[in-house]
Structures are given as structure tokens and as C-alpha cells.
T-cell receptor, first 116, second 115 residues
Framework: SAVISQKPSRDICQRGTSLTIQCQVD?????MFWYRQQPGQSLTLIAT?????????ESGFVIDKFPISRPNLTFSTLTVSNMSPEDSSIYLC?????????????FGPGTRLTVL | AQSVTQLGSHVSVSEGALVLLRCNYSSSVPPYLFWYVQYPNQGLQLLLKYTSAATLVKGINDFEAEFKKSETSFHLTKPSAHMSDAAEYFCAVSDNGRGAQKLVFGQGTRLTINP
């Protein structure tokens, strides 16, 4: 598996501002993903973070709202831009690793965002 | 397209009783299937996974699940519930590793354990 950390663990933000969430992994991983979990809901994939190129977004998510970077194999950021109360969610990154567990995603602890 | 349906958004059992959480999937390719657990204010922890090997899969904390292709099911069981099992459980499906490996989650089942 992999040890995944996220910063910040939680934040309270004002409407119209932006927040950048960091995801750091302790080893090189093959794929990195960003998910959103709205209050009381399941997880929805936002995008796949591609190393050195633009992220691949799922239907309903756009780069202007959720810009993603992945400058290397162990780090990625997700920015939630021009926030509104509807963006209040838990944001989680996940990774897959090489080897026998290559098809398994491991999740970070999540970032709990509240937008006022 | 892949999808997952978890029957029962809330399940309540007594301590020591059998736990059964239901999951049915839909997939156009041979699926990989996963159960994750989420404790309050935490991320997701992998309980177990099916990736086309043995159909009966054993995971952590005495949980197990059986892949039944004919029923398109992957139900999660535990013989004897413990108070510490109270959490949200998510079933998820992905492709067989040759595609994008994206996970599609069910809506989750909240498990409550009664003393």
C-alpha cells in the first residue's frame, strides 16, 4: 500500500475564494485520483491527475472550477475555485501502486471543506 | 458503463449477530470489486477486494465477501458484529485493470451495532 497525506485536513472558507488541497504520497504511484464526497453522500470521481499533463475530468467537472496539478509521481494538488456553499464536501485523493496491488486504490484521510 | 447498487442505506444489528451488507453491480467487462469502510471523520480504508482470483474473498477484521457472477452480487458478511464495526461501508466497481481503473461507488450503507 502507500501512506497518503492531505493538507489541510479541514478548512472553513468564504464564498468566492479558492482553496488548494495538497496530496502527498510516500512512494511513487502509478495513478492519482481526486474524489468529492458531499454531505451524507457517496464518492464521486472528479478527475484523474496525470503526471506532467492535463488532468482527465469526469462529466460534470471542469478544469476552470477544479484545476489539478501533478508535477511528479508523488504529489498532486486540487484547487476548488470561486467557492460556493454547494462546494462544501470532503475531498479525497487516492492512488494506485505498481506491483500486485496495482488495481487497488488507496485513499488519503480527506479534506473537509465548509464554505460559508 | 459500470454501476453499483447497495441495498439498504442503513443496517442495524445486535452485537454478536451476523452482518450482511448487500451489493449488486453492473459491468460490461469482467469487474474488479471492492469494499471500503469509512469511520467517522476519516478517509476510506480497504476491507477487501475481488480481482478475478478466488470468488470468496477474506478481508480485514473477519469480513469476507463472495463474488457471484450469476447474481451480479458481491455481498459483505461478518459472522459476529462488534461495536467497533459501526461505520459507513461502500461497495465499488472498476474495470479489469486494462482501462482507466476508475472506481464507481455505491451509495453506501451505514452500519449501526446495538449493544
Amino acid at each position: 500500500s502507500a501512506v497518503i497525506s492531505q493538507k489541510p485536513s479541514r478548512d472553513i472558507c468564504q464564498r468566492g475564494t479558492s482553496l488548494t488541497i495538497q496530496c502527498q504520497v510516500d512512494s511513487q504511484v502509478t495513478m492519482m485520483f481526486w474524489y468529492r464526497q458531499q454531505p451524507g453522500q457517496s464518492l464521486t470521481l472528479i478527475a484523474t491527475a496525470n503526471q506532467g499533463s492535463e488532468a482527465t475530468y469526469e462529466s460534470g467537472f471542469v478544469i476552470d472550477k477544479f484545476p489539478i496539478s501533478r508535477p511528479n509521481l508523488t504529489f498532486s494538488t486540487l484547487t476548488v475555485s470561486n467557492m460556493s456553499p454547494e462546494d462544501s464536501s470532503i475531498y479525497l485523493c487516492s492512488v494506485t501502486v505498481s506491483g500486485r496491488a496495482k488495481n487497488t486504490q488507496y485513499f488519503g484521510p480527506g479534506t473537509r471543506l465548509t464554505v460559508l | 458503463a459500470q454501476s453499483v447498487t447497495q441495498l439498504g442505506s442503513h443496517v442495524s444489528v445486535s452485537e454478536g449477530a451476523l452482518v450482511l451488507l448487500r451489493c449488486n453491480y453492473s459491468s460490461s467487462v469482467p469487474p474488479y470489486l471492492f469494499w471500503y469502510v469509512q469511520y467517522p471523520n476519516q478517509g476510506l480504508q480497504l476491507l477487501l477486494k475481488y480481482t478475478s482470483a478466488a470468488t470468496l474473498v477474506k478481508g480485514i477484521n473477519d469480513f469476507e465477501a463472495e463474488f457471484k457472477k450469476s447474481e451480479t452480487s458481491f455481498h459483505l458478511t461478518k459472522p459476529s458484529a462488534h461495536m467497533s464495526d459501526a461505520a459507513e461501508y461502500f461497495c465499488a466497481v472498476s474495470d479489469n485493470g486494462r482501462g482507466a481503473q476508475k472506481l464507481v461507488f455505491g451509495q453506501g450503507t451505514r452500519l449501526t451495532i446495538n449493544p
